[in-house]
């Protein structure tokens, strides 16, 4: 049995050691309540982290599309960008799937299946890598937000000033 | 949709009674884009407020009066006393936890004291240590603790994480509203001179110069003709409308923002093509050149304060009745509070009956005052508009309750009715996240400052979550609200979540979709939006 193969039976368990490992960085009442609501609009962050592991870990076992990849971190790291967490520990939560693998895994492992087992650790480091790039861009996202803002908020006195440049303006008509 | 992990394996006891003791133990730790700047001192003495000094929160040492557990415990006696809705939400919630999942920031932050049942709690344990005997015998064991400097911070950090959006009371089988023991927490920490500037700045103008902002009254009048040159820009209608008209049958009030804030202009240029169609008799105020009421957010005092120039204005101008523009807490106000703190009305106002189909609101025969939405829905139902909703057709729009129109005052069906009339595209979103069950947009109640962008935006989730869903099943790329605070904290809740989607509100597609009788005939043509962006992009005659 190759490593893909052993990896895809045991799929659901290490997804669960995933998730509680990720649930474990929320205070417990909050990880009580992100394990019990399933409902997508209730319980947003829950079933966002879901989709975001559930779906990067198929990428890992899969085709490894970096688009999607990319997508699904994108899904945990918007929330958790602008939660309590320092950036390591935002972040963090990718290289969680490594442990969580060895965990469920562990017995399992033969000599044989090592060298696969490195390229995996090696794929979980790629993604991190990406992760950091879009923790970046989201709290980068939020200062220029703050700064688009005040520019909303006064924006007409902005624009009766001249102060702006509005690209809208390039769909008026010639004067 | 995500599978896992397995439900059965998952429902191992989960305990939803909030823990009796710990959370007293977990000191509140000042994080930046958690909480908001404090007032400075000269807002705060010019409005005579308590305790003017510098301060930060950042602090250790808050600079609070030497007595201030007196001040505070004679506050809170007298506000037992005076408000017994307070007197009762102390009493009696039975900490049954429908409510602990209910809330924005509790979903989006995870912590555990964003829960309504313990943020109420922060108070209620204070309240049960210091006024009623079990707690003063029992201590811990009775949920009670004494009133600390350490209780203070934390009422400041997390009644300023609470947007007094009453979500939470909606699933409290006793209706138990945990806004207002938000309320009442503002209201005690006033006293001690802690409050933030985003609320009591804003409040200072509105005390002085009559808007949010502080503009006078020659800049209201300039940035309004301003918004009337580019309506002539896309109708060529020239509006030249009237400020401080004695003798006017109407007066108009809106919140500030919508003539100087985007997209809120674009509402307001709005209004004004409506009006023009309709040859409305209207005037608008320069003295009540404010809907909003951060009064609303400071103590009831103050907000009876602003809102007294509302009725000020109508008398002096001799007007028959009022309509208010697309506000949110405005509206709480209006529908609320206006007819007792401010209150009667003054004689020359009368019961509001439209000019147009002669429909007499009855609801509003105390106030004198009705929604702008109420009367264009009106209008609609009786075929007083010519409308093209193809000229909003490259929207696919939904519609955001906001939480005090919606769960202020049950204010569902008009809006979605114009929307349904002015544009072919419009699909609500999940139901848990409408009407009354409505998610927050994370900025209410004043906490719509750039410093709290962080809690903005988790708050902002579960409201940004459902816009995505609709986004994705049915392309929507527009996001209605009547609520000015709505239409700027939307826009950038948005742009961190779902970048795709705009906002607007509502009177804006109104204008688009309004046919004026020139270009019925054809005369005249049609081919920017409001926006000055052209009505249908593919369409060659538009560039
Ligand atoms: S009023 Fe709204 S913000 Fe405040 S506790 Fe209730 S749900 Fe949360
Ligand atoms: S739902 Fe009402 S009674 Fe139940 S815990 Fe919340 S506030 Fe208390």
Redesign the interface.
């Known amino acids: 049995m190759s490593l893909r193969e052993l990896l895809t039976e045991k799929r659901?368990d290490i997804?669960?050691e995933w998730?509680k490992a990720i649930l474990d960085t929320?205070?417990k009442?909050?990880?009580?309540?992100?394990?019990?609501?399933?409902?997508?609009?209730?319980?947003?962050?829950g079933?966002?982290i879901?989709?975001g592991i559930?779906g990067l870990l198929d990428e890992i076992l899969g085709d490894f599309d970096e688009k999607r990849i990319k997508y699904f971190t994108d899904r945990v790291l918007?929330?958790r960008a602008?939660?309590?967490f320092n950036p390591s520990v935002a972040t963090g939560y990718i290289l969680a799937l490594k442990k969580a693998i060895r965990e469920v895994i562990e017995d399992d492992l033969s000599p044989e299946l090592w060298s696969e087992f490195l390229d995996l650790l090696d794929k979980i480091d790629e993604i991190a890598l990406y992760g950091f790039d879009i923790y970046m861009a989201?709290r980068e996202?939020?200062y220029h937000?703050?700064v688009?803002?005040?520019?909303?908020?006064?924006?007409?006195?902005l624009?009766?000033a001249n102060f702006i440049f509005d690209e809208?303006?390039g769909?008026?008509p010639q004067q | 949709m995500a599978k896992l992990p397995k439900p059965e394996e998952l429902f191992d006891s989960i305990d939803w009674t909030p823990p009796e003791t710990d959370w007293m133990d977990t000191p509140v730790e000042f994080q930046p884009g958690r909480w908001c700047y404090p007032a400075k001192k000269k807002v705060v003495e010019d409005l005579g407020f308590p305790n003017p000094r510098e301060w930060s929160p950042a602090d250790e040492d808050w600079k609070i009066p030497s007595n201030w557990r007196e001040i505070v415990l004679e506050g809170m006696k007298e506000r037992l006393e005076k408000y017994r809705s307070f007197k009762l939400f102390m009493d009696i919630c039975v900490r049954c936890g429908a409510c602990a999942d209910k809330c924005h920031y509790f979903l989006g932050s995870g912590d555990p004291k964003n829960m309504p049942v313990l943020r109420a709690e922060l108070m209620r344990s204070i309240y049960k240590g210091e006024f009623t005997l079990p707690g003063k015998i029992f201590g811990r064991l009775a949920g009670a603790r004494k009133l600390t400097e350490e209780v203070i911070k934390e009422w400041f950090y997390y009644y300023y994480q609470c947007s007094e959006c009453r979500r939470c009371s909606v699933f409290c089988p006793y209706g138990i509203d945990t806004c207002e023991v938000t309320m009442m927490g503002r209201e005690l920490l006033h006293l001690l001179g802690i409050n933030i500037n985003w609320i009591l700045e804003p409040v200072r103008n509105c005390v002085y110069i009559g808007n949010h902002l502080g503009l006078q009254p020659h800049t209201v009048k300039e940035n309004i003709e301003y918004l009337c040159w580019d309506i002539e820009e896309v109708t060529g209608l020239k509006i030249q409308p009237s400020f401080n008209r004695k003798g006017a049958e109407i007066l108009f009030v809106a919140p500030s923002g919508d003539y100087f804030a985007d997209p809120g202009i674009y509402t307001f240029m709005g209004y004004l093509v409506l009006f023009e169609y309709l040859g409305l008799d209207y005037t608008l105020s320069t003295y009540a050149s404010e809907g909003g009421n951060f009064g609303l957010f400071t103590s009831h005092e103050m907000m009876q304060k602003i809102n007294a120039k509302i009725y000020h204005e109508a008398e002096r101008l001799g007007v028959k009745f009022i309509i208010g523009g697309e506000c949110g807490h405005m509206w709480r106000v209006k529908h609320q509070y206006m007819d007792t703190v401010n209150g009667p009305a003054p004689s020359n106002l009368e019961v509001p009956k439209s000019p147009i189909t002669g429909t007499v609101f009855e609801h509003a025969k105390s106030t004198k005052m009705i929604h702008i939405c109420e009367f264009t829905a009106d209008l609609i139902a009786h075929g007083k508009l010519e409308l093209d909703p193809s000229r909003n057709d490259k929207y696919v729009v939904t519609f955001h309750d906001s939480c005090n129109p919606s769960r202020g005052m049950g204010f569902f069906e008009e809006p979605r009715f114009i929307l349904k009339h002015v544009c072919n595209n419009f699909y609500d979103m999940p139901e848990n996240t409408i009407r009354e069950k409505t998610f927050c947009c994370g900025s209410g109640s004043g906490l719509n400052t750039d410093e709290f962008m962080d809690m903005r935006m988790r708050g902002g989730l579960p409201r940004a979550n459902a816009v995505e869903y609709v986004h994705k099943k049915h392309g929507v790329n527009m996001l209605a609200c009547i609520c000015a605070i709505d239409r700027a904290a939307l826009s950038t809740l948005m742009q961190y979540w779902v970048p795709e989607v705009g906002v607007c509100g509502v009177h804006e597609l109104v204008a688009n979709a309004l046919v004026f009788p020139d270009e019925k005939t054809g005369k005249k043509k049609r081919t920017l939006d409001l926006r000055q962006q052209p009505l249908k992009p593919e369409d060659e005659e538009n560039v």
């Open positions: 659901d997804l669960q998730y929320y205070p009442e909050a990880a009580a309540f992100l394990r019990r609501n399933r409902d997508r609009f209730e319980n947003p962050v079933q966002r879901l989709e559930e918007r929330v602008v939660q309590d989201c996202r939020l937000l703050k688009e803002e005040w520019k909303k908020r006064v924006f007409l006195l624009k009766r809208r303006e769909s008026l």
